[in-house]
């Protein structure tokens, strides 16, 4: 399963790519924004709302974790969002200064994370509360890959609403062997 580097070099896509995203919809009128596009979340706005949800699910779960990590302090207080469809934001300006603060957290928590904490089970229950115990690097591998997923849906959404938010490819971000 995935080692610290790979959690680490995640964060930082992560980072890259929710800056890159929200650039670009930064340069679309708050209508065009939440207008309906027929993805399954509807909206540039609702997509972009629904990673925030999602991310703000894991990273409870993850602050439940045995481990307490300190990097996640801050989510602890955060309120549970009930749907995964719920919309936390309907204006982009206000969601972009969270989603810079959550991409903070996450790549606080991905540089604290050991490997025996990658390792460990993490025990959590699904939105619907279905118990669920899986190997916490797993389950990180799960969390990086749905952003990438959904972040890929904006992607083509922005391009069809004729933005290009330019390269998107985690190998950007590989260094040359020398």
Same mark, same amino acid.
């Given at each position: 399963?995935?080692?610290?580097?790979?959690?680490?070099?995640?964060?930082?896509?992560n980072?890259?790519?929710?800056?890159?995203?929200?650039?670009?919809?930064?340069?679309?009128?708050?209508?065009?924004?939440?207008?309906?596009?027929?993805?399954? *979340?509807?909206? +540039?706005?609702?997509?972009?709302?629904?990673?925030?949800?999602?991310?703000?699910?894991?990273?409870?779960? *993850?602050?439940?974790?045995?481990?307490q990590?300190?990097?996640?302090?801050?989510?602890? #207080?955060?309120?549970?969002?009930?749907?995964?469809?719920?919309?936390?934001?309907?204006?982009?300006a206000?969601?972009?200064?969270?989603?810079?603060?959550l =991409?903070?957290v +996450?790549?606080?928590?991905?540089?604290?994370?050991? =490997?025996?904490?990658?390792? #460990?089970?993490? $025990?959590?229950?699904?939105?619907?509360?279905?118990?669920?115990?899986?190997?916490?690097?797993?389950?990180?591998?799960h969390? *990086?890959? $749905?952003?990438?997923?959904?972040?890929?849906?904006?992607?083509?959404?922005?391009?069809?609403?004729?933005?290009?938010?330019?390269?998107?490819?985690?190998?950007?971000?590989?260094?040359?062997?020398?």
């Open positions: 399963m995935a080692g610290t580097s790979y959690v680490r070099k995640m964060a930082e896509y980072a890259w790519m929710n800056a890159k995203v929200y650039e670009a919809a930064g340069k679309l009128p708050a209508e065009e924004l939440a207008r309906e596009r027929g993805a399954f *979340f509807g909206s +540039i706005l609702g997509t972009l709302n629904h990673l925030l949800v999602a991310d703000t699910i894991w990273l409870k779960r *993850f602050a439940a974790h045995p481990s990590f300190a990097a996640l302090e801050a989510v602890r #207080s955060l309120p549970l969002p009930e749907r995964l469809d719920t919309m936390l934001f309907t204006d982009l206000p969601m972009t200064v969270h989603r810079v603060w =991409d903070g +996450i790549t606080a928590f991905a540089d604290t994370v050991t =490997d025996a904490e990658l390792a #460990s089970t993490l $025990h959590y229950a699904n939105t619907k509360g279905i118990p669920y115990s899986r190997q916490l690097s797993g389950v990180l591998m969390f *990086f890959n $749905h952003q990438t997923h959904h972040r890929g849906q904006v992607s083509t959404l922005l391009t069809q609403a004729g933005v290009d938010i330019g390269a998107t490819d985690l190998l950007v971000l590989i260094p040359d062997a020398l």
